[in-house]
């Protein structure tokens, strides 16, 4: 198995422009969990998603953080419009069961950089 | 909410010395997860803690569990170079169903040769 991949593993983008991080979870695994790491704050959780469905978003930040997951193999989360405060390595994992307290995997992460 | 407080933040120790890192959370944990995260790198997930007072060995590394499920602590024997990398600990509440995991703020091993 290819474990969790992330795309792009590099963005940087001008203030104000649109973002999309996107993620392939492990096939099989149904739980789904975007995180946000930086120096400050650590490893923050955004979002996590269950079978598709968004379980719990209080973690995103703003409204301009949305996240999506239209089927069990592809999730995105969008930065729409991108500010400098939101430059971090973003990670997405999967785990294999319903609920959040099993091992999840993380992908090698996106390092975003909002100039 | 719950939230899981990791120290020290950061730790330099000569290679060979020991290595020990202290989660505590502010609520009863169902389990306790480890992970660790390479420079450059993405968390690796090293092991779970689900017992009051268990304790688990993985070579040079000993886990332990608190016996009130709020702490856990991770200890290296004769660090290693390789052993250097953010060591996190995670937990979820343990009112059951959906849970957040949340993460401590890690800690930063540097090992000097």
């Known amino acids: 198995d290819a474990g969790v991949i992330q795309s792009p593993r590099h963005e940087v983008t001008e203030m104000g422009q649109e973002v999309t991080l996107r993620c392939k979870p492990i096939s099989g695994h149904n739980s789904l969990f975007w995180y946000r790491q930086t120096m400050m704050r650590g490893l923050e959780l955004l979002i996590y998603f269950n079978n598709n469905v968004p379980i719990d978003d209080s973690g995103m930040p703003e409204d301009r953080f949305s996240a999506k997951m239209p089927n069990a193999s592809f999730s995105t989360l969008k930065i729409q419009p991108s500010e400098p405060r939101d430059s971090a390595v973003y990670f997405c994992a999967s785990s294999p069961l319903g609920r959040a307290n099993t091992e999840a995997f993380f992908g090698q992460g996106t390092r975003l950089t909002v100039v | ?113």
């Open chain 2, 1 to 113: 909410g719950q939230q899981v407080m990791q120290i020290p933040q950061y730790q330099h120790v000569q290679e060979g010395e020991d290595f020990t890192t202290y989660c505590n959370s502010s609520t009863t944990l169902s389990n306790i997860q480890w992970y660790k995260q390479r420079p450059g790198g993405h968390p690796v997930f090293l092991i779970q803690l689900v017992k009051s007072g268990e304790v688990k060995k993985q070579k040079r590394l000993t886990f332990q569990f608190g016996e009130a499920k709020k702490n856990s602590s991770l200890h290296i024997t004769a660090t290693q170079t390789t052993d250097v990398g953010t060591y996190f600990c995670a937990g979820p509440g343990n009112s059951g169903g959906y849970q957040k995991v949340t993460f401590g703020i890690g800690t930063k091993l540097q090992v000097i040769p």
